[in-house]
C-alpha cells in the first residue's frame, strides 16, 4: 500500500471514529437537550471531521487522476487488442479499493461500476442445498407397512378346529369292538368279544403374547400403531399355533417310507400309496388322506409333478409362481399341503383328517390403560389344544 494509500485509509478511519463518538454523546443525551460542555465536545469533533475531509481532497483528486490515467491505458489497450469485454478490475492495495468505495458513495459511477466488476469476478457464492434446509423437507410415508408375514393355518383349516369346551376335557375313543365270527357247528356258542372305550385327555396351551405402547405413540404415528401391533400379535397367534397343531401331530406319527434327493415321480407316487393305505387301515376309510410339507420339500417334489397334466402324470403338477402356504397341488389325488409350522427342513408326513383334531377358544385382543405411564398394554391370546386321535393314522415320511 502506497503512502497516499495509507494516508487516505487513516483519514477515513478516524472520520469514523470522530462520527461514532458524536452518535456516543447524542444517545447518552437521550430525550433531553446536550448540554453545553456535550455541545462543546460535538463541535471539536465536527470541526476536526471538516478538516479531515479539507485534507482528503487533494488527495482524492490526485488518486482520481491516476485511477482515470489508469484507465484510459486500460482502455487504449483493450482497442489496441480488438477486445470488446471491459478489462479486468484489479485493485492494487486496500487504499485504492477505499477510494472507490468513497468515491462511489459520492455518486461516482465509474468507482461503483469498477467495484462491482471487482466483486463478481471475486465473489464466492454461497450455495443453498438440501442439508442447509432441512426443518423444511417432509418425511412423507408412502402406502401401508410393510410386513412380511404369511399368517395362514393350512393345517389347522384342514382339519377345523372345534370350539375348545372347557379348562380340560376326554375324548371317548373305542379300542376295542364287539366281534363276530362263523358259528362252528350247529348249537355251538357263538363267539364274544366286549368292547372297550377309552378317553382321550386333551390339555388346552395358552398362546399369546403382549406389548406395551406409549399414548404418544398412539396418538401421533401415522397409521396408527395400535392396530398395527394388534394385527401382528394376531399373526404372530396364527404361526405359534399352526406350529403348535404341525409339531404335534408330526411328534405322533408312525414312520413311514423314504424319499431320497432325487427320486423320480413313480417312486413319489409309491410312497404316498403306501402311507394312504396305512391311513385307511388306521381309521378304516373315515376323513380324508392329505399331506403336509414343509417349503423345501416342493423343491423335490415339484419339478416331478409339471403343470402339463399330461395323460401319464401321478398329479395334476405344481406351479411355482402360486407357491405359499396352503394346498400347493397334488399326488396320485392326495392333495400336498404347504405350511411353515414345521420349524425345520424336510419334512413330509400323511395322515388321514380323522386322525388329528384340533380344539380352539381365542380370546382374540385386550387392552388396558396404565395411567401411571401413560401407556396402553395390548395383549392377543387364545387356549389351543391338539389331539392325536389316532397315531397310526398319521405316517412321517422321511425327505433326505
Known sequence: M??????????????????AFIDGLVQAAGDGDLSPETAELVTEARKRMDTVQTMMAPLIESRRISDDS??????????????????DVEYRSAGEYAIDMWKGALGDEEANDRMRRWNVEHRVAAHETTAQI?????????????????????????LGARQLPGTGFSRPKVTQHTAVATQSAEKAELTSQYMTITKLTVTPQTIGG???????????????VMQIVIDDLAAQYAIATEGTAVLAFYGTAVAGGTIDSTPTGDEVAATFWAAAA???????????????ASP???????????????????????RASGFGQGVAGSISGVPVIVTSGFGTTKRLMLMSTAAGEVY?????SLSVVEPSVLGVQVAYAGYFAPLTVENTGIVKVTVT
Open 134 to 158: 432441512t426443518g423444511l423437507l417432509p418425511a412423507p410415508i408412502i402406502g401401508p407397512v410393510v410386513n412380511f408375514i404369511d399368517a395362514a393355518r393350512p393345517l389347522v383349516g384342514a
Open 70 to 87: 489508469a484507465s484510459r491505458v486500460a482502455e487504449i489497450a483493450k482497442f489496441m487488442a480488438g477486445r470488446a469485454k471491459p478489462a
Open 360 to 364: 380352539e377358544d381365542r380370546i382374540g
Open 210 to 224: 403382549y406389548v406395551n405402547v406409549s399414548r404418544q405413540a398412539a396418538d401421533w404415528s401415522q397409521p396408527s
Open 278 to 292: 396305512s391311513c385307511y387301515t388306521a381309521t378304516k376309510g373315515q376323513g380324508s388322506v392329505i399331506a403336509v
Open 296 to 318: 423345501d420339500v416342493l423343491g423335490i417334489l415339484g419339478p416331478l409333478f409339471q403343470p402339463v397334466n399330461p395323460t401319464n402324470q401321478q398329479g395334476e403338477g405344481f
Open 2 to 19: 502506497g503512502a497516499t494509500d495509507q494516508m487516505l485509509a487513516r483519514y477515513a478511519a478516524e472520520i469514523e471514529e470522530r462520527q
